[in-house]
């Protein structure tokens, strides 16, 4: 079964096997988003060692690990080293009896768990790539850890021996709505797409996670049993999230929580205010960890720079925060009860409207504008009577701009004469506070579309849906 989406991701990696000389790539990316799975695929032919580190081993117990390694590939029995310069040595000695043409694929996984204190790792690694691998030109060195930021700050923006050594880095992202679904029906999960974007709510694109459910339950059936039984995968995912990513993992999760609840987000001096964080480097250094590992985003509202923002992009964390640590385990259906709420609403309006930011590309395609520059963000007036807020902004090089409202309904959407006058109103306020003389295109983006009326047709230019989503 070929590998599900990652197309740009994969010819990063194939084109490494075509150069004339060696390589270094960097993947890196949240847990459970599927690295490591994608290397193996895409190398399944080239692989000739691959070692994965131990989350909070001591280096011996790293080094036995890589002895064993060593010897699953070798067959050959050797001393266990006592230190990394040693270790790396015996790699050399391996890769001199590779034989044959073509690259040979070495790849260390979970690279961050092997760098700790006082083990001398990175700079073994360094002297690896520097004095060895860098003189042949047959290998491809693929490191790849979750922790992103070590990831950034370590190996990335190096200031070491791998200081702009490295050939390539990839970010791998969690699966886009149609992924999610690709990855369904491999598994022999049919689900309507309404149902596959409640689940995708709940969970996100992390495919770890959406390999759990199973063929033949429904939507509400997989999350009762991921999210709200005793011993559900998601029940107590959480805090592994964040224990095996993280040394100060409070913080994190801090942060995490003040922005799950804010819909639009909150400025740096918001959450040290909130958070009670000291000013200084440490807040900046947690912000730039977990942006980094894909749990949250700084964006700059629309023309407003200044005004930058972070925001809670991770579904699973929203959705862990909302319902489940608050509800005890239970096999009596806790989900079915839960979405007839009053508060499922708000819930879900805030996960649809995230998942809309996050496939603009989609929507462009749906707009038919994917060959036009654009610019995208939300928009808040606070100097109107009581404040305006657009959920999402297109600007456009063809001198239109698409005013975008998001509204998550489970049937058809009614614009009625209450909502075209806010829609009319929010659309004066914003031209005349930006000043702008391009065109205003009212735009709706539903689950499943809008009931044809006068006010529609008056006022929305364009009205996508769930399925533009899934392009």
Not at 51 to 62: D, I, L, N, V
Not at 130 to 144: A, G, H, L, S
Not at 217 to 239: H, M, P, T, W, Y
Not at 442 to 460: A, M
Request: glycine share 6%; proline share 2%; net charge positive.
């Amino acid at each position: 079964m070929p590998l599900i989406g990652r197309e740009k991701e994969i010819q990063v990696l194939e084109n490494a096997l075509q150069s004339t000389h060696s390589e270094l790539i960097v993947v890196y990316g949240r847990r459970r988003v599927g690295k490591t799975y994608l290397i193996r695929e895409t190398y399944k032919k080239q692989l000739r060692f691959e070692f994965t580190g131990m989350y909070k081993a001591t280096t011996r117990e790293q080094l036995k690990l890589f002895q064993k390694s060593l010897f699953d590939v070798s067959s050959k029995k050797l001393k266990a080293p006592t230190n990394w310069l040693d270790a790396f040595q015996q790699l050399k000695d391996y890769c001199e009896t590779l034989t044959g043409k073509g690259k040979k694929v070495l790849f260390i996984d979970e690279f961050p768990w092997l760098d700790n204190n006082k083990s001398s790792f990175l700079k073994a690694f360094d002297n690896f790539w520097n004095t060895y691998v860098t003189k042949r030109e047959d290998i491809v060195v693929v490191i790849c850890g979750s922790a992103a930021a070590y990831m950034i700050n370590k190996i990335i923006r190096s200031k070491g021996g791998l200081h702009n050594r490295l050939t390539d880095k990839i970010r791998v992202e969690p699966f886009s709505l149609q992924e999610t679904e690709l990855l369904l029906k491999k598994n022999r999960v049919k689900l309507a797409r309404y149902d596959i974007l409640l689940l995708y709510m709940v969970m996100g694109g992390i495919p770890h996670y959406l390999e759990r459910v199973k063929a033949g339950e429904s939507v509400v059936q997989a999350i009762d049993r991921l999210c709200f039984e005793k011993d559900g995968f998601l029940r107590n995912e959480f805090k592994n999230v964040f224990a095996s990513l993280f040394d100060q993992v409070d913080n994190h999760e801090t942060i995490i929580r003040l922005l799950a609840d804010v819909r639009k987000g909150l400025s740096r001096n918001a959450i040290m205010k909130k958070g009670n964080f000291p000013s200084g480097g440490n807040l900046t250094r947690t912000l730039h960890e977990l942006e980094e590992s894909g749990f949250i985003e700084q964006y700059a509202p629309y023309k407003g720079n200044n005004n930058a923002l972070y925001r809670l992009k991770d579904e699973y964390c929203n959705f862990y925060i909302k319902y489940i640590e608050k509800n005890k385990p239970s096999k009596n259906g806790v989900w079915n009860k839960l979405q007839k709420q009053q508060s499922f609403n708000a819930w879900a309006g805030f996960t649809f409207e995230t998942i809309c930011l996050k496939h603009i590309e989609q929507i462009k395609e749906g707009l038919k504008i994917a060959g036009i520059y654009t610019t995208a963000g939300n928009w808040l007036e606070r100097n109107s009577e009581n404040g305006v807020q657009i959920d999402l902004l297109i600007d456009r090089d063809d001198n239109v701009i698409n005013l975008c409202e998001i509204k998550f309904y489970d049937s058809l959407f009614t614009l009625n004469k209450k909502y075209a006058s806010e829609l009319m109103h929010k659309e004066a306020v914003f031209r005349d506070a930006s000043q702008t003389k391009k065109s205003i295109f009212l735009t709706l983006i539903t689950v499943h579309g809008i009931v044809e009326n006068e006010y529609s047709r008056q006022l929305i230019q364009n009205n996508l849906t769930l399925e533009h989503l899934f392009l």
